[in-house]
């Protein structure tokens, strides 16, 4: 009986010890991003297309491998943005992203284009200093996967199909010289991030500082006084927004909703006490938002989730 009794308690150490060790390919996100800094999780280069008639070379944006058998969900975003700081300022397209990711010896890999950044003429507008936080950016693209690496290419292809019309150009009279009508060559600013994935539970937001923020310019009041709107951009994915008043019980908004167009989507009231998600139309680009209610707002953010589909 002694020696049986051994044996059980040998065999009661050993499935503490199994009960204890983490599943194969259990995801440990602490581990993935352990000793990532900003540079390895995001940067932003200036992209040149490539000779006429071709297609551009293929740049590293992005390099990350971990343990193999981690996979550990992750966000990988693409963005353009128009950049005045260059000459030609940066405003080239097509531009193509290539993402390739895996878990141990597996791979995949996509090819896609990355939406054209906006120029200056499609700002929305911000009045009030920095609060149109996307006032030079494109669209962009959002990609949600399960990974131990992942590798992020871009490429540019202004001059792949450099076709010019010579009746066609910026200026209306006269005609002025031929201009490209297929793709852009000026120079592209794409910028890349990688961040932990989001789910149902924790979904991604981008948070608007709308009043009570530190980025505006000295002279402008900080304040959103009775009956006075502000304009602010909504960020590329955004499905639904809602809104954090520094004294909700007090303070309403009247909230617009319009296209890049301007013309007005819809509208509704964001009563007093009222903190709950709103849903949007996927074309909304803009948000003019009033203050409705008696007193004045000193404090006001704009919460967007922009979790990918």
Known sequence: MAIYRKWFFVLYLASIGM???PAQGESDMTNFFDGLGATDLGTSKLILPGPIGERGQWIKMIDISRKDDLATSLNVSFRTEYDSNVSPPASGNPVVGYLLW???????????DIPPNKTPADLAPSGRGNNAPMANVGG??????????????????????????TEKSWAAVPPGPPVQVIGDPNAARVLTF????????SPLQRTIHVVGGTTFPPGVTNLLNPAEGVVITVPPF?????????????????VVC???ANPVLRSFSVPVGFEDWIALDPTTTR?????SSAAIIGSLQAVFDVTPI
């Open 140 to 165: 962009g693209l959002q990609v949600n996967i399960s990974a131990s690496h992942v590798s992020v290419y871009v490429r540019h292809d202004g001059n792949l199909a450099s076709i010019v019309h």
């Open 102 to 112: 895996g878990v141990g010896g597996s791979r995949s890999e996509v090819e896609f």
């Open 194 to 201: 990688v961040s932990p994935g989001t789910g149902p539970m």
């Open 287 to 291: 948000l003019t938002i009033t203050n």
């Open 258 to 260: 319009m296209t890049s």
């Open 238 to 254: 955004a499905k639904r927004v809602r809104f954090q008043r520094g004294e909700p019980d007090l303070e309403s908004l009247r």
């Open 19 to 21: 009960a204890c060790e």
